[in-house]
């Protein structure tokens, strides 16, 4: 995915912060100032006193005398650094990975979050308001690398949004400070009369480092998209991920189930501390020759047990194949979910379905059979008896309805009904005798029919009515007629099931 | 002299039982199938439990009958709360008539696998979980040896074990405490009421180690057994039989 940075430049963070506390400093001119040197130096000025010429760093002294009634308020060493980070902390609320981009920026990765709020430019207009509310006044810029993001925050004139790809354009009639250089390297360009990014951004690169030194080229190619700029998130996205390298590689299972047990143990200490559990665990195996071989298991209770985790990921060993050898192993939990904490007990009286030891006995023979091969049934709200039953998703599934109880159903029903040949008397009454399989069964006892029409808003069909009928040897059928008696289309009749 | 050596004896006895894997814990706390009848002639006039019961059926009736029949006993067993396995590679067993025989359906953890030898895989396994209470497992053949696993699993975790064998190619000796044939019966409706009555079966106890083998005309009364037993069929006087 194509990566999009936000650069956020608080143009006077620290003036802004005094006015929200001190609302009436909003109409004085004042400035920040911290002692240096046995003298007090101006760190920050507001809006006011900067369009009277006082600027960071001059001395307080000569300010008071520029602007006779302005305000020196004393500084603190680290308050940009906290407000940078409670403001970075807040703009959680714009993307997860925010960082602080000191002294007076934030940098986020807004990679896949503009769309959110219906492109880049409500987004934008989103963030300036919301900074605005809070009494801040800030500039901010979008683009393809946090160089050019930065950049623009901070120099650009013309829009705010940089496409993708078009850093070189934007970047073109910047000035060098633009790039984030040190000081002296944009004096000696100005001193060459470089006044633009552009006069120099297409010299030889050789020429350029030679002349500059390096910081520049890397600033450069950051801002240019050619090198890759790293930032550190405030809140680190943390996966449930373990590696372990290998000093040599490997190609033994022995060696495989070593560190497979070491990462387990790993990931499962780590993963108890914070309370949640396994439910798919994948091992990804990076061989020498660059190729990647992946195993998964899965399990149905969220599994803390490293142990058993192992005896999952054994049956799929010898899947792997290391080839010239396996030189890093990554585990990580793809799927996890809170473990309920069960409080230790000496013994347990009853037996249930919450307990973790049937759980790892399913998961194994899940992992051997097939996910389809263990099945757990919780009441459907349906009548045909097909249809009165569906798959519960989970151990812990409870019945959201009662099992029917009144109607009464047989141990053993048919897949399929299959077709039988009666005698009967018309209309309504159960059959006199029947033919099963070839053989004749006549019916002795028999309750009165039970009706179950077809569920016509599902599909089309006829209805059923059922009877429970005896035989003479005391063998127990549930029949069914399919549809009323007609004169020219003879109703069906099937045997679904067989009680008891 | 005479008594002390009686004592003596029973005690060793009861010793035994125990060594072969039978419950000899006081009455009240042992779960009650409710057929004194039956329980009667097993050990110690309990029905043993942690042990493997071995069922078998010809007609496709009869496995109905004999379904019911062992879903009401673990009804009974799981009657405190549990977990039942039913483990089967042509299972055709409706899970909402098991409501009837006094399970929660939805206390049942059907594992439908493809092969009779995965059965036979996942009833070993599922026997050394000691979290179900009871494990069905419905095959056509099992050789002695399996069966003796599956006996030393249940005498470790003490789960009680049923093997639904249906059309067995031989009905050969397997290590199980006792072999049953179930087979269903003409119901009596209430007095006076037409229609089909409550499910009844002959129930026949064929082996029983260490007990009396016996047959019965058991009734399923809507929520527990009843003995039905015509006088004339009472318990045919046999000999002890040695098994298992």
Redesign the interface.
């Known amino acids: 995915m194509q990566k999009r940075f936000v650069a956020i430049w608080f143009r006077h963070l620290k003036t802004d912060w005094l006015i929200k506390r001190q609302p009436q400093l909003a109409q004085t001119a004042f400035a920040l100032a911290l002692q240096d040197h046995g003298r007090l130096r101006i760190t920050e000025v507001s809006a006011i006193a900067k369009a009277k010429g006082i600027y960071a760093g001059m001395v307080a002294a000569d300010a008071k005398v520029l602007v006779p009634g302005i305000q020196i308020v004393d500084d603190q060493e680290n308050l940009s650094a906290g407000l940078l980070e409670k403001m970075g902390h807040w703009s959680i609320r714009f993307t997860p990975v925010a960082a602080v981009d000191f002294p007076d920026g934030l940098i986020l990765d807004v990679s896949g979050c503009a769309h959110l709020w219906g492109g880049e430019e409500t987004y934008l207009k989103d963030m300036l308001n919301r900074f605005k509310k809070l009494g801040y006044h800030t500039r901010v810029a979008i683009a393809d690398t946090i160089g050019t993001a930065w950049a623009i925050s901070r120099y650009g004139r013309v829009k705010a949004i940089i496409g993708t790809g078009e850093q070189a354009a934007s970047i073109t009639p910047l000035p060098p400070a633009a790039l984030r250089l040190p000081a002296e390297v944009t004096e000696r360009l100005h001193k060459l009369g470089l006044y633009q990014v552009g006069s120099f951004m297409n010299m030889q690169r050789s020429v350029l480092r030679r002349r500059f030194g390096k910081e520049l080229l890397l600033r450069l190619n950051q801002a240019l998209g050619l090198e890759e700029e790293i930032i550190t998130p405030l809140c680190p996205v943390e996966p449930w991920q373990e590696r372990l390298p290998c000093m040599e590689p490997i190609t033994t299972r022995k060696g495989i189930e070593a560190a497979l047990e070491q990462l387990l143990q790993q990931l499962c200490s780590r993963m108890q501390r914070n309370g949640i559990g396994i439910r798919k665990a994948v091992l990804n195996c990076y061989r020498v020759d660059d190729d990647i071989q992946t195993v998964s298991v899965e399990t149905n209770h969220a599994s803390l047990n490293g142990s058993h985790l192992f005896k999952l990921f054994e049956l799929e060993i010898s899947l792997l194949k290391p080839g010239w050898g396996i030189e890093l192993f990554v585990l990580e939990a793809v799927k996890t979910e809170d473990v309920k904490p069960v409080q230790e007990t000496f013994f347990?009286?009853?037996?249930?379905?919450q307990?973790r030891?049937?759980a790892e006995?399913?998961d194994?023979?899940a992992a051997?059979?097939g996910n389809?091969?263990?099945?757990?049934?919780?009441?459907a709200e349906h009548h045909l008896?097909e249809k009165?039953?569906q798959l519960?998703s989970s151990l812990d599934e409870?019945?959201s309805i009662a099992?029917?109880?009144g109607k009464?159903?047989?141990?053993?029903?048919?897949?399929e009904p299959q077709q039988i040949e009666v005698t009967a008397p018309i209309p309504d009454y159960p059959p006199m005798n029947f033919r099963y399989k070839g053989k004749l069964h006549t019916v002795?006892?028999?309750?009165?029919c039970e009706r179950i029409e077809a569920e016509w808003w599902i599909a089309r069909g006829l209805h059923r009515d059922y009877y429970?009928?005896?035989d003479e040897?005391?063998?127990?059928y549930w029949l069914f007629r399919l549809g009323h008696y007609d004169e020219q289309v003879k109703p069906g009749w099937f045997i679904h099931?067989?009680?008891? | 002299m005479k008594s002390i050596n009686l004592d003596i004896i029973n005690r060793v006895k009861k010793d035994i039982l125990t060594l072969q894997g039978f419950k000899t814990l006081p009455a009240d706390n042992t779960v009650r199938i409710g057929i004194p009848t039956i329980e009667a002639n097993f050990p110690n006039a309990v029905f043993p439990t942690g042990c493997m019961h071995e069922f078998i059926s010809q007609t496709i009736e009869d496995a109905a009958a004999t379904n019911a029949f062992v879903a009401a006993l673990s009804g009974r067993l799981m009657q405190f709360g549990g977990a039942c396995a039913w483990i089967s590679a042509t299972r055709t067993l409706f899970p909402s008539a098991l409501k009837r025989f006094g399970l929660e359906p939805h206390q049942i953890i059907f594992i439908d696998l493809q092969k009779e030898k995965e059965v036979l895989f996942a009833m070993e396994e599922a026997l050394k979980c000691n979290r179900l209470t009871t494990v069905i497992a419905e095959v056509k053949d099992v050789d002695f040896k399996m069966s003796r696993r599956f006996q030393l699993a249940t005498e470790k975790s003490r789960v009680t074990g049923f093997i639904l064998r249906h059309q067995p190619r031989t009905a050969n000796t397997i290590a199980c405490v006792s072999r049953w044939r179930i087979s269903s019966i003409a119901s009596e409706p209430q007095a006076g009421m037409p229609g089909v009555g409550f499910p009844r079966w002959n129930v026949a106890l064929q082996k029983v180690r260490n007990g009396i083998p016996g047959n019965w005309q058991i009734e399923w009364a809507g929520n527990s057994f009843a003995d039905v037993t015509k006088q004339d069929s009472k318990i045919i006087s046999m000999p002890l039989l040695k098994v298992g």
């Open positions: 347990t009286l009853n037996s249930s379905l307990s030891e049937l006995l399913l194994n023979l051997r059979f389809a091969a263990i099945n757990r049934y919780l009441p008896p009165s039953l519960a409870q019945p099992w029917p109880s009464v159903r047989p141990i053993h029903l048919l897949r002795k006892k028999a309750d009165a429970v009928v005896e040897e005391g063998k127990r099931g067989f009680f008891e």
